[in-house]
């Protein structure tokens, strides 16, 4: 999942990408309001965090300016106030989850977890496709009971192509969405790692979940169906 970081303090910024991108997130950061509004724009993003306390334009401004032309990303607005009357501020701007500072790393993931279930109309963690389970809050993967070791990138691939159960995702759609801005189009990146994951999730079973459509992309699922 590809998340945007909207924050002004640039050690806390990096400090937080940081965490994210350990916990399998693509992370662009932005350090005002109107930066972030032209990056939302211009990219696709699973979901932004977003600072209250911005150059430019503020995070509530922010906020209402996407809704108002009918953006629905989930946001998550992160401010160091913490009375009632700005939480009531931030959500009647468009906010989906309100997280006060100081906050805790685990608290933020849970919270960003449950904004992407509640996005995709899923109750709970755990995704599964055939003998193939994903744990989206552990990020272990396992199939017919063995485990899988992933990387990182491995499991944010993998994980969105499972969020995506059935449907041919191009390399455009994949390179938006498990990579950052920093990725060239022009490399085979996205063919590297599918092969990476067919080593471990296919090899050694009878059914592949990991298939191809030439001149489309790929799909997870148990649809035998195969072009490569």
Known sequence: MRILVVEDDPDGG???CKGLREHAFAVDLASDGQTALHKIFVNSYDLVILDVTLPEKDGREVC???RATGNDIPVLMLTARDQVPDRIA???AGADDYLVKPFDLGELLARMHALLRRQRRVSGPILQIADLQIDTHQRKVSRADRIITLTAKEYALLEYLAWREGAVVGRAEISEHVWDESYDPTSN?????VQRLRRKVDLGFPLRLIHTRRGEG???GAEERDAD
């Not at 990146?189 to 790692?193: A, K």
């Open 14 to 16: 990096e400090v937080l």
């Open 64 to 66: 209402r300016e996407l």
């Open 90 to 92: 931030g959500l009647n």
């Open 189 to 193: 990146l996205i063919e590297v790692y």
């Open 218 to 220: 790929y799909q997870l």
